[in-house]
């Protein structure tokens, strides 16, 4: 099982694109993932998966475009 950590940038700033994290932690633990954790309220994603790398980023490529297109 590999490590990952995913940086978001520019999420809860100023009031404007706003991500909640618990909901973010649910969202990327329905996709999979295990001890999903995110750090303070800036998109910081830390998790584990089974899953390859490549496979990971498309997915997330895929999720974030899906669900939170301004990241």
Same mark, same amino acid.
Do not use: W
């Given at each position: 099982?590999?490590?990952? $950590? $995913?940086l978001?940038?520019?999420?809860? $700033?100023?009031?404007?694109?706003?991500?909640?994290?618990?909901?973010?932690?649910?969202?990327? +633990?329905d996709?999979?993932?295990?001890? $999903?954790? +995110?750090y303070?309220?800036?998109?910081?994603?830390? #998790?584990?998966?089974?899953?390859?790398?490549?496979n990971?980023?498309?997915? #997330?490529?895929?999720? #974030?475009?899906?669900?939170?297109? #301004?990241?």
């Amino acid at each position: 099982m590999g490590n990952y $950590v $995913v940086l978001l940038r520019g999420v809860n $700033v100023g009031g404007k694109n706003k991500l909640v994290m618990s909901d973010l932690r649910q969202q990327v +633990t329905d996709m999979g993932s295990v001890n $999903v954790k +995110t750090y303070i309220n800036s998109g910081n994603l830390f #998790f584990q998966s089974d899953c390859p790398r490549a496979n990971i980023s498309s997915r #997330f490529e895929q999720f #974030f475009a899906d669900h939170y297109p #301004f990241v």
